[in-house]
């Protein structure tokens, strides 16, 4: 059963590793005023993926730090506000946040379920296949075919759906940390779970992914990737805030 007939209100936090670390926090807190059902966040890049996949081949922590910079002063607002997190900062190492995120929760005796998604890191898939020589992967840009690189591969993801989102939260889940997701996957999660959605409902599910991929880089979408950034700090433009969508049962988006 939907949580409510009522449109799903959804707030994007980051755009990157590198975003401010202060959003999800403001956002949490200003719940009373300007409620949200949802945060989402989008902590990866294409580049991450080497850089962390690199920490991990090397047994060091290979998830992105910079979100539990993120979550830590959020936690409380979170957990009285009863706000639903869904982000992909899991990077290469999903499982060890998790761990992370939840020894922070229970340190500060909140009532949080924490949940991981899997199936994103495919290595094992990739090499078995490169040694059966049954791959179908094809470089984009040479043609070749993976068994005949010449190279070894070190590591492999592919990008998940927003569906594994959807049943984490149908189950009780409050925060969903994931791995490599599609950049608008956590919207279209938190909107088929809110309106409980089918995987034959293609509208509803295609205006969540429009939606998802213009809240999904945050502040981009409220002004932050307007080339004429220089001329704004002199007008007082320098804090620019962070998008809301709402998302309706009938896939209607605002």
Same mark, same amino acid.
């Not at 490169?130 to 179908?136: A, G, T, V």
């Given at each position: 059963?939907?949580?409510?007939?009522?449109?799903?209100?959804?707030?994007?936090?980051?755009?990157? *590793?590198?975003?401010?670390?202060? *959003?999800?926090?403001?956002?949490?807190?200003?719940?009373?005023?300007?409620?949200?059902?949802?945060?989402?966040?989008?902590?990866?890049?294409?580049?991450?993926?080497?850089?962390?996949?690199?920490?991990?081949?090397?047994?060091?922590? *290979?998830?992105?730090?910079?979100?539990?910079?993120?979550?830590?002063?959020?936690?409380?607002?979170?957990?009285?506000?009863?706000?639903?997190? *869904?982000?992909?900062?899991?990077?290469?190492?999903?499982?060890?946040?998790?761990?992370?995120?939840?020894?922070?929760?229970?340190?500060?005796?909140?009532?949080?379920?924490?949940?991981?998604?899997?199936?994103?890191?495919?290595?094992?898939?990739?090499?078995?296949?490169?040694?059966?020589?049954?791959?179908?992967?094809?470089?984009?840009?040479?043609?070749?075919?993976?068994?005949?690189?010449?190279?070894?591969?070190?590591?492999?993801?592919?990008?998940?759906?927003?569906?594994?989102?959807?049943?984490?939260?149908?189950?009780?889940?409050?925060?969903?940390?994931?791995?490599?997701?599609?950049?608008?996957?956590?919207?279209?999660?938190?909107?088929?779970?809110?309106?409980?959605?089918?995987?034959?409902?293609?509208?509803?599910?295609?205006?969540?992914?429009?939606?998802?991929?213009?809240?999904?880089?945050?502040?981009?979408?409220?002004?932050?990737?307007?080339?004429?950034?220089?001329?704004?700090?002199?007008?007082?433009?320098?804090?620019?805030?962070?998008?809301?969508?709402?998302?309706?049962?009938?896939?209607?988006?605002?």
């Amino acid at each position: 059963m939907a949580p409510s007939s009522r449109p799903i209100r959804i707030a994007g936090c980051s755009g990157s *590793a590198s975003d401010r670390r202060h *959003a999800m926090a403001m956002l949490a807190a200003n719940c009373a005023h300007d409620p949200i059902d949802v945060i989402i966040g989008d902590w990866m890049s294409e580049g991450n993926m080497t850089g962390r996949a690199a920490l991990k081949a090397d047994a060091m922590p *290979a998830y992105e730090p910079t979100f539990l910079e993120s979550l830590e002063p959020a936690l409380l607002d979170i957990a009285k506000h009863k706000i639903k997190v *869904a982000v992909n900062a899991g990077a290469s190492d999903t499982q060890l946040l998790h761990s992370v995120v939840m020894e922070m929760v229970k340190s500060r005796n909140l009532d949080l379920k924490v949940a991981w998604i899997s199936g994103d890191e495919v290595l094992p898939a990739v090499l078995d296949a490169k040694r059966r020589k049954e791959s179908l992967f094809e470089n984009i840009c040479t043609g070749e075919v993976l068994e005949e690189w010449s190279f070894e591969p070190l590591y492999a993801q592919a990008y998940l759906g927003g569906l594994g989102i959807a049943a984490a939260f149908a189950r009780g889940a409050d925060i969903v940390i994931c791995g490599r997701v599609s950049d608008a996957s956590p919207v279209i999660g938190a909107a088929y779970w809110w309106h409980g959605w089918q995987r034959s409902d293609l509208e509803f599910l295609a205006n969540a992914f429009v939606a998802g991929h213009l809240i999904e880089c945050s502040s981009y979408v409220c002004g932050g990737n307007f080339t004429g950034f220089k001329a704004l700090e002199s007008k007082g433009w320098d804090d620019i805030g962070y998008p809301i969508a709402e998302i309706s049962a009938s896939g209607a988006v605002f």
